[in-house]
């Protein structure tokens, strides 16, 4: 009975171990971070090279010392796990070599491409040289230096692809025991957007940071036009703070407003139709998945016009905020002589000082609350008053700031108004913020409750299509009057994923799908 124990024990005992055990083909720097990885987390590793014999790992990493360097065939022959991480143009190569040795093995791809492919990837690749092992896409996310130094702060997520759910559960495991975060995004065709994610360039703050260019360089224009041609009223000089600073705060305050309008076109769009299953347009798709751009955006011109504006702030730059003191020198033999000094702020400066202050602390308040770490800490509840309620209020406070700077003059001069700057950047934020107490109206608020739990007005009228028109590629649309389903190459994709999956049989793309649709607060 003893014996059959420690059978047991000693059979169990090598299983784990063979578990525990990966191979690595290749030596590069990747593959030296990873093999340093791997047994930091407990793992026995294996390296593969073409020339064990010419290469000595524990000369150029003393952490490697403990690592086998065997030959590919040797490596593949003593681990179950193995990572593909050698130069994709030698794949081919490598792989046809040991097509049958690889057979119910898992092996990870970890490669890049130089530029994204929209008909295949190098995990989908790969499958097909080896169609007997269990290709798993991983890794590639993740840089060399990442991944050797753990004090990283860079993203720790692991995404993770494959047809076979056993090898993603096997390496989701492995990830795990490496500190990382494993992110399963199912088949191995969705490969092929792993392999983009390295490859993007800020893709969401292009078009929010496009939209802030855009709106500066109107506001710069007016101004140009209204202080120097229309009007000599500053010199060329001033140009550097005192008018750039005027255009940073109109494009701030106008970048805010659109910030909270989003919301307000997407209530409108789903009382419009009656239902919140048709998806929104792509405009507005976009511009409320940007919100959070568009108020960091926001939050930094702002930042630079609160900087700016300490910089000047003196009687000289900003008389109207400032009282005025007459100095009569008397006459000796000549005519007297009369100066102004500026002292103290009269109300117009204590007014706008306070009013902005305010609204740029509540700003900051928000901004603090995008962090993830604090994110993490805010219950739904708490979130929405925030980004909502607080969101509002402070750009009710920043209108209030431009208001006491403009009235004054507004009042003085009636029927310049509409030529003024104060007047002009403040009509987007008006239309924001009159929006919002009307669809709180508890007649509205009841309608649009209703949408948001499902409600339609018209059922049985639904006209909802999947993602796209007919004529573009990737996507599957539904003839709702013709009460059939329209061919196309392949099965739904995520709107902004110019990339199209495969197919995966029918779409279940109808207006009963709540998924496509982001529910407005």
């Known amino acids: 009975m003893l014996e059959q124990l420690e059978n047991m024990d000693s059979s169990e005992m090598s299983r784990k171990e063979q578990r525990r055990r990966v191979g690595i083909l290749g030596t590069g720097d990747f593959s030296r971070a990873l093999a340093k990885r791997l047994l930091f987390s407990g793992y026995d590793v294996i390296l ?32 179950s796990i193995i990572f593909l991480a050698v130069h994709f143009d030698n794949v081919k190569e490598l792989l046809t070599e040991h097509v049958v040795k690889l057979e119910g093995k898992i092996l990870i791809d970890v490669s890049n491409r130089d530029r994204p492919s929209s008909v295949t990837s190098n995990a989908e690749l790969v499958q097909k040289m080896v169609p007997s092992c269990k290709v798993v896409k991983a890794f590639n996310v993740i840089s060399a230096y990442a991944m050797e130094n753990d004090y990283n702060s860079s993203s720790k997520q692991v995404f993770i692809s494959s047809n076979s759910e056993q090898a993603r559960d096997v390496v989701a495991n492995i990830a795990k025991d490496m500190n990382f975060r494993p992110v ?3 088949g191995l065709f969705a490969a092929r957007r792993i392999e983009k994610h390295p490859l993007r360039l800020f893709p969401e703050w292009r078009g929010p940071l496009g ?124 005519a007297p002589f009369q100066f102004k000094q500026g002292t103290w702020m009269n109300w117009k400066g204590e007014a706008a000082c306070l009013v902005g202050t305010i609204a740029y602390v509540v700003i900051c308040f928000i901004c603090a609350t995008t962090f993830p770490s604090v994110t993490d800490t805010l219950n739904w509840r708490e979130w929405r008053f925030v980004q909502s309620k607080m969101g509002h209020a402070a750009l009710l406070l920043s209108v209030g700031h431009v208001l006491v700077m403009g009235l004054p003059g507004w009042l003085l001069k009636p029927h310049l108004i509409y030529k003024s700057i104060t007047f002009l950047c403040s009509i987007l934020p008006w239309i924001t913020l009159l929006l919002k107490p009307l669809f709180s109206l508890p007649c509205v608020d009841r309608y649009v409750m209703k949408l948001s739990k499902g409600w339609e007005r018209h059922e049985d009228k639904c006209k909802a299509d999947c993602v796209r028109p007919v004529k573009h590629e990737g996507y599957v649309a539904i003839d709702m009057n013709a009460d059939k389903q329209m061919s196309c190459q392949d099965a739904c994709a995520c709107p902004d994923d110019r990339i199209p999956m495969m197919n995966i049989g029918v779409s279940d793309c109808g207006c009963a799908s709540d998924d496509l649709v982001l529910n407005v607060p």
């Not at 919301?263 to 299953?277: L, P």
Request: glycine share 4%; proline share 2%; net charge positive.
């Open 184 to 186: 399963d995004f199912g």
């Open 211 to 334: 939209f802030a260019v855009g709106v500066f360089n109107v506001w710069l224009l007016y101004l140009i036009y209204i202080y120097y041609i229309a009007d000599s009223v500053y010199k060329w000089e001033q140009l550097f703070v005192k008018v750039l600073n005027k255009a940073i705060c109109m494009t701030g305050i106008t970048t805010l407003s659109v910030t909270y309008l989003a919301s307000s076109f997407a209530t409108v769009f789903q009382i419009y139709y009656g239902t919140k299953h048709i998806r929104f347009s792509r405009w507005l798709d976009k511009w409320l998945k940007e919100r959070k751009q568009l108020g960091l955006i926001s939050f930094a011109l702002i930042s630079i016009h609160v900087i700016m504006s300490v910089l000047i702030m003196s009687p000289t730059y900003l008389s109207s905020w400032y009282h005025s003191t007459e100095i009569t020198v008397p006459a000796n033999l000549t």
């Open 48 to 79: 593969g090279s073409r020339k064990p014999e010419k290469k000595a790992m524990s000369a150029i990493d003393q952490c490697l010392c403990n690592v086998q360097l065997l030959s590919v065939e040797e490596c593949i022959k003593s681990a």
